[in-house]
């Protein structure tokens, strides 16, 4: 690659980035029925057939900026994801990915209104779903293996160890309900116990 076409693929990914935190900001302002693609070239500050040149539509900009999110989420959760024991390296997750949530970035505001649209749910978006979040996945299939995790599907014991992680988040993001450290630890702990096998019997 000459330095020529280096700096022009430079300039088209910023630009790219640009277009995709635009629609993000604009979403999370004005929710998913006030994005349009001439309000994104507005807020970009170039010509609405600009915006066409990287995305057919405002339903492909929009998948684009979901797939964006999922990358962004998996390199925030999954740092140093291999360290530790697999409890730590579980607990290690579950609070990056509460401290995550909870921020009132354009990010999260704006990922709520699209991430559950008709058509989103594609072949796609699973596929690279299981490539980034592929961590995560093999620490659930490393505790089956070493029977220290209860015997259910990746996806289930991340509905039921995981899921409560972004459900307080969410909660303290919209302003329902604060909880302190000490409320966030336990309920970590708890979400890994949920998982579990019991070394004794319980009561």
Sequence with gaps: MNERSFIFDLIMHNKYNLIL???????????IQGLSMQQVASEVGVAAGTIYRYFKDKDELILELRKDV???VAAAILQDH????????FKRIWMKMH???????????????YANLPGTHTDE???LEMKLFEPLHSLFEEGLAQGIIQPLHPRALYAIAMEPS?????????????YDEKDITLACDLCWRAIVIPTTPTN
């Design 21 to 31: 935190r635009a629609a993000e900001k604009i979403i999370s302002t004005s929710g």
């Design 70 to 72: 999922l990358s962004q």
């Design 82 to 89: 291999h360290l530790g024991t697999l409890e730590e390296r």
């Design 99 to 113: 401290n995550y949530g909870k921020q009132p970035s354009p990010t999260n505001l704006s990922y709520e209104q």
């Design 125 to 127: 978006i699973r596929a």
């Design 166 to 178: 972004m459900a307080m988040a969410r909660a303290m993001r919209r302003g329902l309900i604060e």
